[in-house]
């Protein structure tokens, strides 16, 4: 009798790893290893990642860092076998934050873990996360799998993801310059993006949601629309920043990546404590899949605004005299972008956001 227990008997399958990570030089291989940041020095494999800044452009640079997941939206990912975007979303949610300082992405690196490791998703998922990268002008220099049993259960995988960009001190964002009047411009999100899908899973689970249902005046089906990749800002954010101007003297006053706490938390972070931002809810046009969950869940205006974005993913205080300009600028560049308000005086005992 062979009473011998093996790592492979133990549910982890150093064969299937090699396998990912041969799939993963394989997607890799041939892509561009130099953006306008640096470029990366040595190759994918090793126990981590170079990567050479280009510094002269900066006076007094400053590395800037984030770290996110995706969350629960992957648990609906998984569930219908649908991971071609969520890679993008892993990127999204680090890079968009990144850019709220005017710092320019450099690299990302990723971290996935599961029950089983399946060599096949972990290739649709870095294609993903690598075409994430390109689109936003930063490079994947390494990442980890990591293969669980008992920890997740089979079928289940969580991601995380790390970046570093780059700012000069003086072009640094940081909220200081807003004052009164100055405007707040919204860019139009892609859906959900990443935030919400508790909730949004607890409507499904409760067949509030057809999900071979097509949204009005679209071919879109439910699903596919609450997948929908979370949008990447980076170019055109970037681009606003270059030409207006960041840091102090510059019209770019503040920038806000609406995440978890969706239209609430958010604009509140990025505004000095004597300031608020009063955002008119007729200036955009809400997307229907939020008036559907709002129908369904029968929640106020108040906790929808508290746990999902509405239809604005980003958004840009900018000086009163340039706002229609930088609207403008970033409409010509491919965005929608909505005048949601503007930077008003705040009362004793008020709220930073209001939304009216």
């Known amino acids: 009798m062979d009473d011998r227990l093996t790592y492979r008997d133990a549910g982890v399958d150093i064969d299937a790893g090699n396998e990912a990570v041969e799939r993963i030089r394989r997607v890799l291989k041939g892509t561009p290893r130099k953006v306008a940041g640096g470029e990366e020095v040595g190759g994918i494999g090793g126990f981590s990642g170079l990567f050479r800044p280009f510094l002269k452009a900066y006076k007094d640079p400053l590395l800037v860092s984030s770290t996110d997941g995706v969350g629960t939206k992957l648990l609906l990912a998984l569930e219908h076998n649908k991971l071609a975007g969520v890679g993008q979303d892993l990127v999204a949610m680090v890079v968009n934050d990144l850019i709220v300082t005017g710092a320019r992405p450099l690299f990302f690196l990723d971290y996935i873990a599961t029950g089983k490791l399946d060599p096949g998703q972990i290739e649709v998922i870095i294609k993903s996360i690598q075409k994430a990268c390109e689109i936003s002008d930063c490079l994947l220099v390494g990442g980890e799998c990591a293969e669980m049993p008992g920890m997740y259960a089979p079928g289940h995988t969580d991601l995380a993801g790390f970046g570093v960009g780059i700012v000069d001190r003086g072009k640094v964002i940081d909220g200081s310059a807003v004052e009164a009047g100055d405007v707040v411009l919204g860019l139009a999100s892609s859906g959900f993006h990443s935030n919400g899908f508790s909730l949004v899973r607890k409507v499904i689970e409760r067949g ?103 239809g604005i993913g980003f958004m840009v205080i900018v000086a009163e005299k340039q706002a229609e300009t930088a609207k403008s600028f970033l409409t010509q560049l491919g965005e929608t972008v909505y005048d949601l308000g503007m930077i008003i005086g705040r009362l004793p005992d008020a709220p930073p956001v209001v939304i009216i």
């Open 208 to 310: 509030g949601l057809n999900l071979d249902e097509s949204l009005p005046g679209s071919r879109e089906t439910m699903l596919d629309s609450i997948l929908k990749p979370t949008r990447l800002y980076v170019r055109p954010i970037l681009a606003l920043c270059a030409e207006f101007g960041s840091g102090p003297g510059g019209s770019i006053r503040a920038c806000a990546h609406i995440t978890g706490g969706g239209l609430i938390e958010n604009p509140a972070r990025v505004i000095p404590d004597y300031l608020a931002v009063e955002i008119r809810r007729a200036s955009w046009t809400e997307p229907s899949m939020f008036h559907r969950i709002k129908e369904i869940t029968k929640l106020p205006d108040s906790e929808m605004d508290r746990t999902f974005n509405r």
